[in-house]
T-cell receptor, first 116, second 114 residues
Framework: GAVVSQHPSRVICKSGTSVKIECRSLDFQATTMFWYRQFPKKSLMLMATSNEGSKATYEQGVEKDKFLINHASLTLSTLTVTSAHPEDSSFYIC????????????FGQGTRLTVV | GENVEQHPSTLSVQEGDSAVIKCTYSDSASNYFPWYKQELGKRPQLIIDIRSNVGEKKDQRIAVTLNKTAKHFSLHITETQPEDSAVYFCAASILTGGGNKLTFGTGTQLKVEL
């Protein structure tokens, strides 16, 4: 398999501030990265798909100005939650797919965001 | 877009029994169906997958079946063990050269009791 590292694993921030979450593919080039949001005991909800060097494609209902995604290199994608509010508190998880792996997407360990 | 439904939401079995989780999908163009296992507080891990050109795939105690006509697929776990306890997600996708967007089912909490 391949390794995807997500950082930080937990973050607490104040309302109104921004938080950046990083997703790195450690041993392969990730041509595509996906960002998900997971509520307690719920499924993984796809937020956006990002391809290296191009703008992210957001799912319906996800505010692109609130959840900024950057995929500047083949090993790094970032999700920035801007002007965070308590309702943004959730578990955010990324997955990455590369040309070496035709089908499988590998997940990061996730980030627990708490906005107070 | 694709819609994936998964049942049951919770499943309790005795150790050694079999467990079956079922999913249906809506987009007939979907051609790749992976299953992920997520233990509490951990990341989802791929346990088995199947493509639309195959009707069944088996890997030791785990098997997946696919019925393209009915647009449903199932996960079968035989001889369940306590370590099989986790949340299982099915997913559907259309494999393309530029991406592999997975649409997940709602998850099944499997509990294997001693």
């Amino acid at each position: 398999g391949a390794v995807v590292s997500q950082h930080p694993s937990r973050v607490i921030c104040k309302s109104g501030t921004s938080v950046k979450i990083e997703c790195r593919s450690l041993d392969f080039q990730a041509t595509t990265m996906f960002w998900y949001r997971q509520f307690p005991k719920k499924s993984l909800m796809l937020m956006a798909t990002s391809n290296e060097g191009s703008k992210a494609t957001y799912e319906q209902g996800v505010e692109k100005d609130k959840f900024l995604i950057n995929h500047a290199s083949l090993t790094l994608s970032t999700l920035t939650v801007t002007s965070a509010h308590p309702e943004d508190s959730s578990f955010y998880i990324c997955s990455a797919r590369g040309d070496r792996f035709e089908t499988e997407a590998f997940f990061g360990q996730g980030t627990r965001l708490t906005v107070v | 877009g694709e819609n994936v439904e998964q049942h049951p939401s919770t499943l309790s079995v005795q150790e050694g029994d079999s467990a079956v989780i079922k999913c249906t999908y809506s987009d007939s163009a979907s051609n790749y169906f992976p299953w992920y296992k997520q233990e509490l507080g951990k990341r989802p891990q791929l346990i088995i997958d199947i493509r639309s050109n195959v009707g069944e795939k088996k890997d030791q105690r785990i098997a997946v079946t696919l019925n393209k006509t009915a647009k449903h697929f199932s996960l079968h776990i035989t001889e369940t063990q306590p370590e099989d306890s986790a949340v299982y997600f099915c997913a559907a996708s259309i494999l393309t050269g530029g991406g592999n967007k997975l649409t997940f089912g709602t998850g099944t909490q499997l509990k294997v009791e001693l």
